[in-house]
């Protein structure tokens, strides 16, 4: 599974952003798939993860009530729905799949790792 964020880009606080996770392949629904992303001096952090259905999400406290993980299995698709966005969001947002399980997924233990987009929030 090849996978490509897109996306990000130079806002301002408060402001919405969508990212956009493309997987190649026929067996993307057969991954959970998640965000991860690493500010600048900072080890990576877990965002958010989703289920293969995308019946079940799970975040990060931090971006809790903010930030939405969905996925379009038709469409070989993840997403991250940013809103209300704060400078400390700014980072590399990088997108990541697991056949295994979402708790090693959410680990950073992931199978796949897709190049990062770069998010800047400014105050």
């Known amino acids: 599974v090849q996978l490509q964020a897109s996306g990000g880009g130079l806002v301002q606080a408060g402001v919405s952003l969508r990212l956009s996770c493309a997987a190649s392949?026929?067996?993307?629904?057969?991954?959970?798939m998640g965000w991860f992303r690493q500010a600048p001096g900072k080890d990576s952090e877990f965002v958010a993860a989703?289920?293969?259905?995308?019946?079940?999400?799970y975040y990060a406290d931090s971006v809790k009530g903010r930030f939405t993980i969905s996925r379009d299995n038709a469409e070989n698709t993840m997403y991250l729905q940013m809103n209300s966005l704060k400078p400390e969001d700014t980072a590399v947002y990088y997108c990541?799949?697991?056949?295994?399980?979402?708790?090693?997924?959410?680990?950073?233990?992931?199978?796949?790792w897709g190049k990062g987009t770069l998010v800047t929030v400014s105050s």
């Open positions: 392949g026929r067996t993307f629904s057969s991954y959970f």
């Open positions: 990541a799949a697991d056949s295994g399980s979402i708790d090693d997924l959410r680990r950073g233990d992931a199978d796949y």
């Open positions: 989703i289920s293969r259905g995308g019946g079940s999400a």
